[in-house]
């Protein structure tokens, strides 16, 4: 099966840009992840999707940070506008469903620099 | 507070030497843990969880609820082991599935 598909792999903006990432989860999987993994530290969540609800955006700075999943699919990750310490790598991850017996499956991420 | 600590950022051992990558964890509850590795230029992906009790590529890994420890074995170091390891835990969040995520161990195996 095709795996979670992310873009851009790279991107290279300045502070106070804004920038998008694209997310195009496994066919059928109805839990969406997106986690923020900053240099030598392990991925930390942003926001979690079930279906195209929102189960947890606890930890997105939502002052700058939004994200959406529209018809329960794709989703997008937007920073308006972007800082230096947004530098990361962006891991969206999908899952068939909520449970913990539901494996995870990461995309390739996107890595960020704002310079 | 919930937290996964792996102490150790970088491990070197030699080709069938024993490896033992640590990790403890913070929790008050159940706990669901996993391990997750990422080879070089690959994808983040699952090696093993705590639930199936399986062996996977010959690693092994015990939850020790008495030590808050999830440390993950292998008897015989292979080359193609090198990777960065992740500890991680499951119920961080209400839906109960966000994985927390230690900061990761380096495993440089050579010959």
């Known amino acids: 099966e095709a795996g979670v598909a992310q873009s851009p792999r790279y991107k290279i903006i300045e502070k106070r840009q804004s920038v998008a990432f694209w997310c195009n989860p496994i066919?059928?999987?109805?839990?969406l992840y997106w986690y923020q993994q900053i240099l030598g530290q392990g991925p930390k969540l942003l926001i979690q999707?079930?279906?195209?609800?929102?189960?947890?955006d606890s930890q997105l700075p939502k002052d700058r940070f939004s994200a959406e999943r529209l018809k329960g699919v794709d989703s997008t990750l937007k920073i308006q506008p972007a800082k230096l310490e947004d530098s990361a790598v962006y891991l969206c991850?999908?899952?068939?469903?909520?449970?913990?017996?539901?494996?995870?499956?990461f995309g390739p991420g996107t890595r960020l620099t704002v310079t | 507070a919930q937290r996964v600590t792996q102490p150790e950022k970088l491990l070197s051992v030699f080709k069938g030497a024993p490896v033992e990558l640590k990790c403890n964890y913070s929790?008050?509850?159940?706990?669901?843990l996993f391990w997750y590795v990422q080879y070089s230029r690959q994808r983040l992906q699952l090696l093993l969880r705590?639930?199936s009790r399986e062996s996977i590529k010959g690693f092994t890994a015990d939850l020790n609820k008495g030590e808050t420890s999830f440390h993950l074995k292998k008897p015989f170091a292979q080359e193609e082991d090198s990777a960065m390891y992740y500890c991680?835990?499951?119920?961080?969040?209400?839906?109960?599935?966000?994985?927390?995520f230690g900061k990761g161990t380096t495993l440089s195996v050579s010959s």
């Open positions: 991850a999908s899952s068939y469903g909520t449970g913990e017996t539901y494996e995870q499956y």
């Open positions: 066919s059928g999987h109805a839990t």
């Open positions: 999707f079930q279906n195209n609800g929102v189960v947890d």
């Open positions: 929790y008050s509850g159940s706990p669901e």
């Open positions: 705590h639930i």
């Open positions: 991680a835990l499951s119920g961080a969040n209400q839906a109960g599935t966000a994985l927390i």
